[in-house]
């Protein structure tokens, strides 16, 4: 599971995903609680956002345009190497 993964699942999909349907993109699948608090640190790092309508069994995050910013920074510096 790499940030670069992760966030180019939520740019081909371009709205909001719940974890599970991230954890099922995932190969190898990693463990549940991990993918929880992995998105939670992108959240915090500003690269995804939450659902207005969040609330209890509907959590669903989606890319934002610093997230954007980011894999295209990622692409690049791994073209570099």
């Known amino acids: ?3 670069l993964g992760v ?4 740019a081909r999909t371009g709205g909001y995903l719940k974890p599970d349907d991230i ?6 699948v990693p463990d549940r609680r991990s993918l929880y608090s992995y998105l ?17 069994g509907h959590l669903a995050y989606r ?3 610093r997230g954007r ?3 295209e920074y990622l692409v690049r510096a791994g073209q570099k190497h």
């Open 63 to 65: 890319l934002t345009a």
């Open 69 to 71: 910013a980011r894999i």
């Open 23 to 28: 954890l099922n993109q995932l190969r190898p």
């Open 1 to 3: 599971m790499t940030k």
């Open 40 to 56: 939670g640190r992108l959240r915090n790092q500003g690269l995804l956002e939450r659902s207005p309508d969040y609330r209890k």
């Open 7 to 10: 966030l180019s699942i939520f």
